[in-house]
């Protein structure tokens, strides 16, 4: 079990990153939120979750060990794989999914791509007691957690963009190119697409 990864960002991809640790280039897998944090050259720490199969041995990364527990937990319903496990989580926080299942909510379960109502519904009745309860609302006063806004998913896709190398205002000119005709907030399960479709905008070079 490699448990997490330390050492120098040498790449960001869509949908993955290369972190160098020992002089061996490791490739791992995680969400857009993930990815975005991560900067080329510089030092990062990914929570991991090693997946062997007969043909391949795939990494997977995570801001925190939470993130990582939900992705294992969650795997353990039937018909969830690792793909659409971290899918869960690209577009659902751990506690947005905690929630999503204590509350019964199939239409946010949906959400997911590759996940129908027959699938939100077994995720619920297998989860239920096994993903724990959401984290309580902090009352008296005290600061909560929020729920990303529109425009904090917008500001994502853009710091995505500049951990793939290209300068801020270029990605935040080819996100709002993007999302010029979108009216209303950004959802979360929007993020990846909108960030496909600003890649493709950019096409190859760097700014």
Do not use: C, Y
Not at 38 to 62: A, I, M, N, P, Y
Not at 69 to 84: A, K, W
Not at 91 to 119: F, S
Not at 120 to 130: C, Y
């Amino acid at each position: 079990m490699i448990a997490s990864v330390r050492g120098t960002v040498l790449a960001v991809r869509l949908d993955s990153a290369v972190v160098e640790v020992g002089g061996v280039g490791m490739l791992v897998q995680a969400t857009p939120a993930t990815l975005a944090q991560l900067r080329v050259g510089q030092e990062s720490t990914l929570h991991t979750s090693l997946v062997v199969r007969e043909d391949s041995l795939t990494l997977f990364g995570f801001a925190d060990d939470d993130e990582r527990e939900v992705f294992e937990t969650v795997q353990t319903v039937s018909g969830v794989g690792p793909r659409l496990a971290l899918a869960m989580l690209a577009v659902h926080t751990p506690d947005g999914l905690r929630r999503a299942v204590a509350d019964e909510d199939l239409k946010a379960l949906e959400r997911v791509p590759g996940i129908g109502r027959k699938g939100a519904q077994r995720i619920v009745l297998e989860l239920k007691d096994r993903l724990g309860a959401p984290a309580p609302a902090v009352v008296g006063g005290q600061p909560q957690a929020t729920v990303p806004t529109g425009d904090d998913r917008r500001q994502q896709v853009v710091d995505a963009l500049v951990g793939l190398g290209w300068n801020a205002k270029v990605a935040e000119q080819a996100v709002e190119s993007v999302l010029e005709d979108v009216e209303g907030p950004l959802r979360a399960d929007e993020v990846p697409g909108v960030l496909r479709a600003a890649l493709r905008s950019l096409g190859g070079g760097r700014g």
